[in-house]
C-alpha cells in the first residue's frame, strides 16, 4: 500500500470516527447523565485527531466535528464548527511548533478546548442575553461537563495514536 | 510560529472562520427553517441516528431484562430459565402495556379534540451541549409538521417545533427560557406565562411567571395550556404547581411547575400539525411569528 492510499484510508477512517462519536454523543439514552450533563465525545475526539496531524488537516476535521455538533444544537448554526476549528489548529499547531505529543499534552490541550467551548457558551447564549442565572451555568454545567469530557481524553488519545500510527510512512 | 502567521494554512483557517460567520448569521436570519447544510446533510444522518436510537432503546430493555433475571436468580436458582421466560414475557407485556397507555391517551386527546391532526415521531438526537433537553425527531416538513407545531406526549405538552427540515425537525422544549407559552391554572384560572429557567432546566423543571400577588394557585394543582397566541391549543396539559415563590426583581409571584411529560427522557412523541385557530392572525402578523400572514 503506497503512502497516498494509506493516508485516504486514514482520513476516512478519522471521517467514520467523527460519525460514529456523533452518533454514540447524540443517542438518546446512550451515555447516562452525569450531575445533569453529559459529556462533549466530538470535542474530545477531534482534539484526539489534531494531535497526530499537522495543522492544516487538524483544522478541516476540527470543522467536520463541529458542524456535526451544530447539526443537533440548540445553538446558531456554525458556532461550534468556529469553535473547533480554531481549537484544532491551535491544538495541532502546539504539538507541532512547541508541546511533546503524549497525554499529559492531550489532557491540557481538550480540557482547554473544552474550556474555550464552554466559556464561549456561557459567554455569548447566557451572560450576553443579561441571564441572571449565569454564573450557574459556570460551576453547575460547565465544569462537570469538562471533567465528564475528559474522562473520555486517555481513549481518544490511544485510539488516535495507533490509528495514526498504523496508517502512517509504516511502509 | 512567526512563520505559522504566513503560512498558507493559516490564511485557510481565517477564511474557513469568516465563511462560518457568514453561515452562522444567514442561519440566524432564517425563522424555523433548517439551514441548507443541514437540510443536506440530515438526509444521510436521519437514518443512522434513527438506527442508533433504535439500537438504544434495545440495550436499555436487555439492562432491565437482566437486572430482574438476576434479582429472580437469587431467589430461585432451580427456575432460572422459566423465570428468563416469565421475565421476558413479563418485559414484553409491560413495553405493550406503557404503549396502550400511550396511545389510549392520545386517543383520549384525539375524541376530546377531534380537530387535531398529530403526526407520530421518534426522538433521534439530543443536544448534549444544550440543558434545555432540546432534541431532533424524525419527522419534517414532507411529513406535514411546520415550524412551530406543539409537540407532546401522552402525558402533556413537550415543547415546539423551533426549526423544521424536510425529513427531521428540531423540537425546543418547555424548559428553554425561548418558550413562552400563555397558561392556566385549571382549578382557579389564574393566568401566567410559562417559560425555562437554568437552574430549574437542571432539575426538569420550569416555572410559570407573572402570577399576581393574591392569586389562588396551590402546589399541587394543574397547569393547562390558555390557547391565547394560537400557537398552543387550548386545555393541553403542561404539568403540576410544586412551590410558589415571590419574584426577586418585581411583586408578582412565580409557580414551578414539575412537567406532566417526560422532557429528557421521551422517545415517542406526537406533533399536533392541525387545531382550530392555529396561527391565527393577531393585529396583521401571524401569531407568534410576527412575521406577514401569506398572501391567500
Known sequence: ?171 | MRNLLKAKSFKILIAVVLILFGFMMYSASLSGEQNILTAITSFITTPVQKLSALISGGIGSIGDDLTDVETIKAENELLLTKVRELTAQLVDYEELKQENERLRGILQLKQENAEFEFVPATVISRDATDQYGTFIIDKGTAHGVAYLDPVITADGLVGYISEAGPISSKVTTILSPATDIGAIDRRTLDGGVLGGDLALAKNGTCKLSYLARDCEVAAGDIIVTSGLGCIYPKNLVIGEVTEILAESQDISLYAIIQPAADITGCIDVFVISSFNGQGAVVNGELAGTGEQPPAQ
Open chain 1, 1 to 171: 500500500m503506497n503512502i497516498f492510499t494509506r493516508k485516504r484510508l486514514k482520513y476516512i477512517a478519522y471521517a467514520l470516527e467523527i460519525l460514529l462519536v456523533y452518533i454514540i454523543q447524540c443517542t438518546p439514552n446512550l451515555l447516562p447523565a452525569f450531575l445533569g450533563v453529559r459529556p462533549l465525545l466530538l470535542v474530545v475526539f477531534a482534539m484526539g485527531i489534531s494531535m497526530f496531524e499537522s495543522e492544516g488537516i487538524a483544522m478541516w476535521f476540527g470543522l467536520f466535528a463541529g458542524l456535526m455538533m451544530d447539526m443537533a444544537s440548540a445553538h446558531v448554526f456554525g458556532f461550534f464548527g468556529v469553535i473547533l476549528t480554531i481549537s484544532c489548529y491551535a491544538g495541532a499547531a502546539l504539538v507541532v511548533f512547541l508541546m511533546r505529543n503524549n497525554l499529559l499534552t492531550a489532557f491540557i490541550l481538550t480540557t482547554g478546548s473544552l474550556l474555550l467551548s464552554g466559556l464561549a457558551q456561557w459567554f455569548f447564549f447566557y451572560l450576553l442575553w443579561g441571564d441572571p442565572k449565569s454564573w450557574y451555568y459556570l460551576y453547575a454545567i460547565m465544569l462537570p461537563q469538562i471533567v465528564y469530557s475528559a474522562i473520555f481524553i486517555p481513549v481518544a488519545f490511544y485510539f488516535n495514536r495507533a490509528l495514526a500510527t498504523h496508517l502512517t510512512d509504516s511502509d
